[in-house]
Nanobody
């Protein structure tokens, strides 16, 4: 079982960068696939990026490819999301999630953090 806690959100201007972190507590963090999702008010939860347990497989949504980077440090039980060239369309609550395997469907994820808010203004 894992507990996930996100941090690093905030209010920024368009073009700025942010790094989100998600620290896990529990066993076998290194065995889990990890992902970031986001949800804006009135919208469905949206896939942002994921990676498998080893980090060899990484996938991105079309809207984030080339701007966002997912990474993990298994020694620190942490997954990161580096976000560059942010736009107002990136404004949302961002969640990290974990599961055995790697998926882009949020329904398949077992463990979730509480979320961290990212707000991007013009």
């Amino acid at each position: 079982q894992l507990q996930l806690v996100e941090s690093g959100g905030g209010m920024v201007q368009a073009g700025d960068s942010l790094r989100l972190s998600c620290v896990a507590s529990g066993r076998s963090f290194g065995a889990y696939g990890l992902a970031w999702f986001r949800q804006a008010p009135g919208n469905e939860r949206e896939f942002v990026a994921n990676m498998n347990w080893s980090g060899v497989i990484r996938n991105y949504a079309d809207s984030t490819k080339g701007r966002f980077t997912i990474s993990r440090d298994n020694n620190k039980n942490t997954v990161y999301l580096d976000m560059n060239d942010l736009t107002p369309e990136d404004t949302a609550q961002y969640y990290c999630a974990a599961v055995f395997g790697v998926f882009s469907d949020w329904h398949k994820y077992t463990y979730w953090g509480q979320g961290t808010q990212v707000t991007v203004s013009q």
